[in-house]
């Protein structure tokens, strides 16, 4: 897949493709005969967990550290729940300043 057939399948836009490719989050190939990136099937599920993370309020440092730990091999379930676990904490309280205003 080119950039523009990954982004529709993923439900973005070409250039957050671009710029998570940019930062290492995907890693396509390069077509030998015209240079172009050329995106896996696994390129589209990162992206799609990319995408699910970052509207679950993960930064793309968070995002970036748990594909590099799974990258490495080792299991980021704990280092996933953990920040789960601040998110959920960050979105209680925030309810509960709305709650009080």
């Known amino acids: 897949m080119r950039v523009a057939q990954l982004a529709k399948a993923a439900a973005v836009s070409g250039d957050t493709v671009r710029h998570y490719t940019d930062l290492g989050l995907l890693k396509p190939r390069r077509d030998p005969h015209n240079g172009y990136q050329l995106y ?47 998110r959920l904490h960050a979105l209680e309280a925030h309810i509960a300043e709305c709650q009080r205003l």
């Not at 696994?42 to 699910?52: Q, S, V, Y």
Request: charged share 35%.
């Open 40 to 86: 896996a099937a696994e390129d589209l599920k990162r992206l799609r967990f990319i995408a699910r993370a970052r509207r679950l309020g993960f930064s793309l440092k968070d995002v970036q550290a748990i594909l590099a730990r799974a990258d490495s091999g080792a299991e980021p379930c704990a280092e996933v729940r953990e920040l789960l676990g601040e």
